[in-house]
Nanobody, 122 residues
Framework: QEKLVQSGGGSVEAGGSLRLSCAAS????????MGWFRQAPGKEREGVAL???????TYVDSVKGRFTISKDNAKYTLYLQMNSLKPEDTGMYYC????????????????WGQGTRVTVSS
């Protein structure tokens, strides 16, 4: 059974950095898109960063140039390096996995990590 276990996060002052990790297990055979999502208090969940099986990445505009999504296939681990953090980056962060479609898109994200809190103070 596929499982994602997150670590990292915490509290930091604006301008600081944090790294989130997401260890995957039980994934076999198929290709997957992996993503990071966040939900700020009182707001809907939004996609932050995505990485395809090819290594191609996509970011939401608000984090471009500050966040980096990466993966270590040998360790089955996904990362999100967050630099120059802002108070508006505060929220619960989730990693998630979706099957990659034959045309390179991502199916529904149906495997989720447990979430980790990121708090950025001004």
């Amino acid at each position: 059974q596929e499982k994602l276990v997150q670590s990292g996060g915490g509290s930091v002052e604006a301008g600081g950095s944090l790294r989130l990790s997401c260890a995957a297990s039980g994934f076999t055979g198929s290709k997957y898109c992996m993503g990071w999502f966040r939900q700020a208090p009182g707001k809907e969940r939004e996609g932050v960063a995505l990485i395809h099986s090819t290594g191609e990445t996509t970011y939401v505009d608000s984090v471009k140039g500050r966040f980096t999504i990466s993966k270590d296939n040998a360790k089955y681990t996904l990362y999100l390096q967050m630099n120059s953090l802002k108070p508006e980056d505060t929220g619960m962060y989730y990693c998630a996995a979706a099957l990659e479609t034959l045309v390179g898109g991502c199916d529904e994200y149906n495997v989720w990590g447990q979430g980790t809190r990121v708090t950025v103070s001004s």
